[in-house]
């Protein structure tokens, strides 16, 4: 059996943030029903594969919620589940009658998970926002980019919606896990922006113990970053300590640079970024990143690829881990973890809208 086989998700989140929670819960085996708005449905079927991505292995229904008949469909959902998960406004189930207090007394062992922008209480809580407004609140904002520029939206991912899905995932099986022993659901409020602030917490510290800005030493390289070879490819270095960054050096042809007893500190290597850089970047294009690679690595040096997307399914490494399965011609990421003794669902098509409204509001006490 799979981990969650016998467990039923009703999803009426939309984009990215609940689609990729209950994507993770799918692939433990649990029966997801993607409850769609018609005509079209969750829009991001219409953002260039997010919905393949994270619709992998659910089920269709479309339901129009304002008409009554919609809504009794819902209604029978909810009596039947065991989570239901939502990514509206705060208030907007409520004034539809689908919130916590009215979904409990229809079914108390449901969980029911709440994901929004700032969450269900505070002055925010009503506010529009999207990504690059959940990252700059907490403070994630601040310490992006180049430790000499303006702060950078964006990282290539969907941050703050890729980490409240997990946080969200987490806090369902546990609240399932909690529910074997007290035979009720709960309710649980996830907030985008709380769970960006939960990953800044490392960086917080730092700061406080330190007393000063953490952003120049993530972003200000000095052999910890990204650097261009000569075919125009990059490779990325993580040469935080001190044998790291000597070894690096010595690989490079210039191992004075890595004893000079004014760089031997990573903070001094920051301090002195723009003095260590130039030197860095001429050396790296010498040669083209393939070779770079195989010298770094033989020197032991921390290194990788900058891959670009289309390089990623090919990627030696990804290959034996077997992360990327086509399905129906297209690429899909597999669930992450590797497991003995516990089985996982392959990476399945996403459906198409409605596609299961027969089966499944056509089903026993429906």
Same mark, same amino acid.
């Given at each position: 059996?799979?981990?969650?086989?016998?467990?039923?998700?009703?999803?009426?989140?939309?984009?990215?943030?609940?689609?990729?929670?209950?994507?993770?819960?799918?692939?433990?085996?649990?029966?997801?029903? /993607?409850?769609?708005?018609?005509?079209?449905? +969750?829009?991001?079927?219409?953002?260039?594969?997010?919905?393949?991505?994270?619709?992998?292995?659910?089920?269709?229904?479309?339901? %129009?919620?304002?008409? +009554?008949?919609?809504?009794?469909?819902?209604? /029978?959902?909810? =009596?039947?589940?065991?989570?239901?998960m939502e990514g509206f406004r705060p208030g907007v189930l409520d004034r539809l009658g689908f919130g916590w207090e009215a979904v409990r007394a229809l079914n108390d062992r449901a969980v029911y998970c709440s994901i929004s922008g700032f969450g269900q209480t505070g002055p925010n809580r009503d506010l529009a926002g999207h990504d690059v407004n959940y990252l700059s609140i907490a403070g994630a904002l601040?310490?992006?980019?180049?430790?000499?520029?303006?702060?950078?939206?964006?990282?290539?991912?969907?941050?703050? %919606? =890729?980490?409240?899905?997990?946080?969200?995932?987490?806090?369902?099986?546990?609240?399932?896990?909690?529910?074997?022993?007290?035979?009720?659901? *709960?309710?649980? +409020?996830v907030s985008m922006t709380d769970c960006v602030l939960a990953f800044m917490g490392p960086r917080i510290l730092e700061y406080f113990d330190r007393g000063m800005p953490p952003k120049g030493t993530m972003m200000g390289r000095s052999g910890f970053g990204a650097y261009r070879t000569r075919d125009g490819k990059y490779v990325s270095v993580g040469c935080l300590e001190l044998n790291f960054w000597q070894r690096l050096c010595d690989a490079l042809g210039d191992p004075?640079?890595?004893?000079?007893?004014?760089? =031997?500190?990573?903070? +001094?290597?920051?301090?002195?970024? *723009?003095?260590?850089?130039?030197?860095?970047?001429?050396?790296?294009?010498?040669?083209?990143?393939?070779?770079?690679? /195989?010298?770094?690595?033989? *020197?032991?040096?921390?290194?990788?690829?900058?891959n670009r997307i289309e390089e990623l399914e090919n990627d030696p490494q990804f290959v034996s881990r077997g992360m990327i399965k086509r399905v129906n011609g297209q690429p899909l990421v597999a669930f992450p973890v590797k497991f003995e003794g516990l089985e996982l669902r392959e990476p399945g098509p996403a459906p198409e809208l409605g596609a299961d409204n027969g089966g499944i509001l056509g089903g026993p006490g429906l």
């Open positions: 059996m799979l981990p969650l086989e016998g467990v039923r998700v009703v999803d009426l989140t939309n984009f990215l943030p609940g689609p990729f929670c209950s994507m993770i819960l799918s692939d433990f085996g649990a029966e997801v029903i /993607k409850v769609e708005r018609p005509p079209k449905g +969750d829009p991001a079927r219409y953002q260039g594969g997010m919905f393949t991505s994270a619709g992998r292995n659910k089920k269709s229904v479309a339901l %129009d919620l304002k008409s +009554d008949e919609g809504k009794e469909a819902l209604r /029978k959902l909810v =009596l039947n589940c065991d989570v239901l601040s310490i992006s980019g180049d430790p000499d520029g303006p702060p950078v939206a964006g990282g290539g991912v969907q941050v703050a %919606d =890729l980490t409240s899905a997990m946080y969200a995932a987490v806090s369902v099986l546990a609240a399932i896990i909690n529910r074997g022993r007290t035979g009720k659901g *709960a309710y649980l +409020d004075e640079l890595g004893r000079d007893p004014k760089y =031997l500190g990573w903070f +001094d290597r920051m301090k002195y970024r *723009a003095e260590i850089n130039p030197r860095l970047d001429e050396k790296f294009l010498l040669r083209d990143r393939d070779e770079w690679m /195989k010298i770094l690595r033989k *020197a032991d040096v921390p290194v990788t690829p900058v």
